[in-house]
């Protein structure tokens, strides 16, 4: 079982649509993440949960909703979304809070057409 | 205010080189924690070394080494005799509590092709 996964690895949807991104994490940990990386641009933190509870949100639109259930899922509700929010949408996990060694899944590819 | 900068967008070496990627940063805190990620293709960004900011020794891995130094706010990432394999984008990445600790600052990554 590899350490975190996501599902699912590639993803179109139409401005419309409502999907969900979900990542599962096996290590162990107590926080996990969101990030959203476009091209050109740095890393971009969206979401931080620990223990459950969300302790970051960066200014993310409503559009995009997390949940986080317990601490080995994370999901990513999303709705009429826009074009620019095609990206690859990463999830990770760390043991505990700041600063801890943060593991990624491979990511999703999310096309909004 | 906290940033990092990966000076070299894109490299490209001939197997068995040397390589050295190149990673500033700027912090006003006196602890942090520094990374150096790699993402190859498939998008999964693998973790390949976190130092404190009160341990300056260098590291050796393999051929993957680095060099730690605050005088500069440098944290360099050598690798020797350069494979394929290690064709990827690498990211270095800044932590610390002052600024949500939970936070990575990512710089923009340096793209490495190794060719045979």
């Known amino acids: 079982e590899t350490g975190v996964t996501q599902t699912p690895r590639h993803l179109v949807m139409g401005m419309t649509n409502k999907k969900s991104l979900k990542c599962e994490q096996h290590?162990?940990?107590?926080?996990m993440y969101w990030y959203k990386q476009s091209a050109k641009k740095p890393l971009e933190l969206m979401f931080v949960?620990?223990?459950?509870?969300?302790?970051e949100n960066n200014s993310v639109p409503s559009r995009f909703s997390p949940e986080c259930p317990n601490s080995s899922h994370l999901f990513l509700h999303l709705h009429t979304l826009q074009p620019e929010d095609s990206a690859l949408y990463l999830c990770a996990s760390s043991q505990g809070g700041e600063s801890d060694t943060q593991y990624f899944g491979p990511g999703t590819r999310l096309t909004v057409l | 205010a906290q940033k990092v900068t990966q000076a070299q967008t894109e490299i490209s070496v001939v197997e068995k080189e040397d390589v050295t990627l190149d990673c500033v940063y700027e912090t006003r805190d006196t602890t942090y924690y520094l990374f150096w990620y790699k993402q190859p293709p498939s998008g999964e960004l693998v973790f390949l070394i976190r130092r404190n900011s009160f341990d300056e020794q260098n590291e050796i891995s393999g051929r993957y080494s680095w060099n730690f130094q605050k005088s500069t706010s440098s944290f360099n990432f050598t690798i020797t005799a350069s494979q394929v394999v290690d064709s990827a984008v690498y990211f270095c990445?800044?932590?610390?509590?002052?600024?949500?600790?939970?936070?990575?600052?990512f710089g923009k990554g340096t793209s490495l092709l190794v060719t045979p």
């Open positions: 990445a800044l932590s610390s509590n002052s600024n949500s600790g939970y936070a990575l600052n």
């Open positions: 290590l162990g940990h107590n926080a």
């Open positions: 949960y620990s223990l459950e509870e969300r302790v």
